[in-house]
């Protein structure tokens, strides 16, 4: 399991538009919200995604940048892209699935057809969404075994704001005895 303050795996992926992204190198002042989606085949993931479009600019103005993840190569990145109307969002695409579970993600198998009528890969990771320092350390973590009820990006802004204005420091990190 992922621990708040601590290192976080690396990350480094190719991106549509915006070269190889790599967390590492990032430079935005506060970190980076990477939201991990289950991929084109996902209907529930594309209305998440509109919202992080949405907001990205919030983020920004925060000094925190975003990026959206998954296990799907470049083709069906794009057309999530295009299915949102993305133009702030950045997407990383080919994501390992060593990768995905060095951060805690979970698998699943192919289902076949989606309700959209897409195919599903044979493996596939679930949703997680990750708020990373310019350290890269572990700020915010929420993984799930379902693409259902997942984080509200409005929230995520509104407890940025209170964490900025009262030095509010990550929180869960305690891994000694009990």
Request: glycine share 8%; aromatic share 10%.
């Amino acid at each position: 399991m992922l621990m708040p303050r601590q290192k976080t795996p690396d990350l480094t992926l190719p991106t549509l538009d915006h070269g190889t992204f790599n967390l590492s190198s990032e430079d935005a002042t506060r970190g980076t919200v990477i939201c991990f989606y289950r991929g084109l085949h996902c209907p529930i993931c594309a209305n998440y995604l509109t919202e992080l479009e949405k907001r990205v600019g919030d983020f920004a103005s925060r000094g925190v940048a975003c990026i959206a993840v998954s296990s799907d190569g470049e083709e069906r990145t794009r057309a999530m892209a295009d299915k949102i109307g993305a133009e702030a969002l950045r997407f990383g695409y080919d994501l390992s699935l060593n990768v995905a579970r060095q951060w805690g993600l979970y698998l699943s198998t192919s289902r076949g057809k989606t309700s959209i009528g897409i195919e599903e890969p044979a493996l596939f990771s679930e949703p997680g969404l990750f708020m990373v320092t310019p350290e890269q350390t572990l700020y915010y973590g929420s993984v799930q075994t379902m693409p259902f009820v997942r984080p509200h990006f409005s929230e995520l802004v509104s407890a940025l704001d209170f964490a900025i204005a009262n030095d509010y420091p990550a929180r869960g990190e305690y891994d000694g005895d009990v």
